[in-house]
């Protein structure tokens, strides 16, 4: 599976658009975009997935790039809940990499008050 | 209410001593896979399954044992050649490898 990189820390005002990006410059064809996230001591959620398309759902928005180098996942209107750390993974479908998922560091979102 | 339960919470272990973390699943998933977490770092897989009577060995799986004799059960057995064995425990599942995964709430393993 390809590897991606995240800052390791955000802030954003409650009530503002949280925008966090995701670099997965060697993502190969057939290569999925997921987010998660965890707010600490919990175990992770997942918040949206995508291809080429970009992804809405109740949770976040999902924009990823033409050539699918870069991705970003949006929270339109950020509050103190989403305070957790993101995860962004590439993953491929049913031949090919390794089962499960591969859960870097992540983005560490606060949001301010 | 469908989910998966870890228990216990919190589990402290002694030295040379195997401990069993539980991981039950009400989703009818086929796939369920065990993590560790370190404090300010990423999951790391250690074991997981794809059917019943069968799992392969994650990234670290050293010190570690698991069966999987019902569908919807999973436990980990940390082992006493686990010799770092203080970490978070995440327990997931999935309906099959390729879709999203449904995780526990966790298991804090301390060693006294």
């Known amino acids: 599976d390809a590897k991606t990189t995240q800052p390791p820390s955000m802030d954003c005002a409650e009530g503002r658009a949280a925008n966090l990006p995701c670099n997965h410059s060697?993502?190969?064809?057939?290569?999925?975009v997921y987010w998660y996230r965890q707010i600490h001591s919990q175990g992770p959620q997942y918040i949206i997935h995508g291809l080429k398309n970009n992804e809405t759902n109740e949770m976040a928005s999902l924009i990823i790039t033409e050539d699918r180098k870069s991705s970003t996942l949006i929270l339109p209107h950020a509050t103190l809940r989403d305070t957790a750390v993101y995860y962004c993974i590439v993953r491929g479908y049913s031949g090919g990499g390794a089962d499960g998922l591969t859960f870097g560091k992540g983005t560490h979102l606060i949001i301010q008050p | 209410d469908g989910g998966i339960t870890q228990s216990p919470k919190y589990l402290f272990r002694k030295e040379g001593q195997n401990v069993t973390l539980s991981c039950e699943q009400n989703?009818?998933?086929?796939?369920m896979y065990w993590y560790r977490q370190d404090p300010g770092q990423g999951l790391r897989l250690i074991y997981y399954?794809?059917?019943?009577?069968?799992?392969q060995k994650g990234d670290i799986a050293e010190g570690y044992s698991v069966s999987r004799e019902k569908k919807e059960s999973f436990p980990l057995t940390v082992t006493s050649a686990q010799k770092n064995p203080t970490a978070f425990y995440l327990c997931?599942?999935?309906?099959?490898?390729?879709?999203?995964?449904?995780f526990g709430s966790g298991t804090q393993l301390s060693v006294l």
């Open positions: 060697t993502i190969s064809g057939n290569e999925y």
């Open positions: 399954s794809q059917i019943v009577n069968d799992f």
């Open positions: 997931a599942s999935s309906a099959d490898r390729d879709e999203k995964l449904f």
């Open positions: 989703l009818n998933h086929d796939a």
